[in-house]
């Protein structure tokens, strides 16, 4: 459910505390004098409009702006003028400039080699302006926006007496990858008020091929490891993504707003309120199925409809396509869950599918799923593939002969699909790479046989970056 409401945001003017030490007095006490092409630039009463939240502005403190870089520019071409960078509690309170169009630019911090840090909003400001002869342009007020995605984690009181002191809701920042540790950004936010990140806020780099958060609560309860997921998308600077968890005790017969359902009759509802840069709130309430909670799974095998305890015996198939996890040996490739991927962990692990078609194939078709900065068609377009084809022609939807791309990958084509009974769909090559883009992914595999029969079954995936 998601609903938008007006806010409004509020602003903190920084006044300048013009501390004139280590800086050149230009203020002429007898009048300023400037040659015929120069003119003056006065920030003596240079205010900084820094707009926040109003999750900042709860906790009373104002933004301290002492310590934010403040430069000219030349306005056509960017370049710093000379040597004319301060901070901002060390200006001077007049310059002199040649005639001409410049621009003042104002930072908080250097985030240019950052990904996630902790209580480190990245403010940007700036405006142009215009020097005249022997005239003195007084600066206006700067305005500054939030040029990262802010993130807090909130849990309910009735949530904290269940979680235990290790439980912690994981955030990833969705393509991106940090060259220090060459994983995606994460930070994680303890439920443990004890440790000092609990309460803080996470700040990530906001960038235009990666617009996805994942956060994932996790937690230990009545003797099992258990996790909430959510993924959100559309992700922008200057947004505020503040995510909640609120514990439900209720009966699990009646339908409730709750996030991915645990064992243990717990049921958690996940809400994530988005403040955007313009002001306005979006709340968005995770929704799950109530036949996907406990004890309402859908019932292995045909159900016979007057005795639905009583399934009816299987038929004999012309397609089989048996569950990798049949025998309990491939916990981590089950085609009735969302699989598990992490940095790491697929090694020596295989993960294969094994089709049999007793009339030969006539096609097999794969299309590839994935959230909006995932596994998207220009990105498998990249590497020669797509996000849909068929292995009996090594060709996408399109037309595009992407066989060699397929090849690489080990995948079966051609003959090797259309003369053949049985075809092992591997893909134990591709899964690992699904931890490049942490999020949901999945793989349906639509099967066709040479009498027109078709069966269709989908892979799911959840990857994530690093191991927890």
Not at 72 to 85: L, R, W
Not at 267 to 294: A, H
Request: glycine letters at 6%; aromatic letters at 8%.
């Amino acid at each position: 459910m998601k609903k938008d409401i007006k806010l409004k945001v509020t602003t903190f003017i920084c006044a300048a505390l013009l501390v004139l030490s280590g800086c050149k007095d230009e203020s002429y006490p007898d009048g300023p004098v400037f040659k015929e092409d120069e003119g003056g630039f006065s920030m003596k009463e240079l205010a900084l409009d820094v707009k926040t939240d109003v999750k900042q502005i709860s906790r009373g403190s104002e933004v301290d702006c002492s310590n934010y870089d403040v430069k000219i520019v030349y306005a056509s071409s960017g370049n710093q003028v000379g040597s004319m960078k301060w901070k901002y509690g060390k200006m001077p309170e007049i310059i002199t400039l040649m005639v001409g169009k410049y621009r003042i630019e104002v930072e908080s911090c250097d985030w240019s080699d950052k990904y996630a840090e902790w209580d480190l909003p990245h403010y940007v400001g700036s405006y142009d302006f215009e020097i005249k002869a022997g005239q003195i342009t007084k600066a206006d007020k700067v305005p500054c926006e939030l040029k990262n995605v802010k993130v807090t984690v909130e849990y309910s009181e009735s949530l904290m007496k269940i979680l235990n002191d290790t439980a912690r809701t994981e955030v990833v920042a969705g393509r991106q990858i940090d060259p220090t540790t060459n994983k995606a950004p994460t930070l994680h936010f303890y439920r443990d008020y004890n440790k000092d990140d609990s309460t803080k806020a996470g700040y990530f780099k906001a960038e235009e091929d990666s617009k996805t958060l994942v956060a994932t609560l996790r937690y230990y309860y009545m003797g099992e490891d258990h996790e909430v997921v959510h993924t959100m998308s559309n992700v922008q600077a200057g947004q505020h993504h503040i995510i909640k968890y609120e514990y439900k005790n209720s009966d699990p017969d009646l339908p409730e707003i709750t996030g991915t359902a645990s064992r243990g009759n717990i049921q958690i509802d996940v809400k994530v309120v988005t403040v955007n840069v313009d002001g306005t709130i979006s709340i968005k309430e995770v929704v799950l199925d109530p036949s996907d909670r406990p004890g309402k799974e859908d019932p292995i095998g045909p159900v016979d409809p007057i005795n639905p305890d009583d399934p009816t015996p299987p038929t004999q198939e012309d397609i089989i396509i048996p569950n990798p996890n049949a025998d309990g040996n491939k916990p981590y490739f089950d085609l009735d869950k969302i699989n598990e991927v992490r940095d790491g962990e697929t090694t020596g692990r295989e993960y294969k599918l094994t089709i049999t078609s007793k009339k030969g194939f006539s096609s097999l078709k794969v299309q590839i799923k994935s959230h909006e900065n995932g596994l998207t068609p220009e990105t498998l377009e990249g590497v020669n593939l797509a996000s849909e084809f068929d292995l009996a022609t090594g060709k996408s939807s399109d037309g595009r002969d992407i066989s060699e791309g397929l090849e690489e990958l080990k995948f079966p084509i051609g003959t090797k699909v259309t003369e053949a009974t049985k075809v092992d769909f591997n893909i134990t090559q591709f899964v690992p790479l699904l931890t490049a883009f942490p999020g949901d992914h999945s793989f349906i595999l639509t099967v066709t046989d040479k009498e027109g029969k078709s069966k269709q079954v989908e892979l799911k995936f959840r990857s994530f970056a690093e191991n927890s």
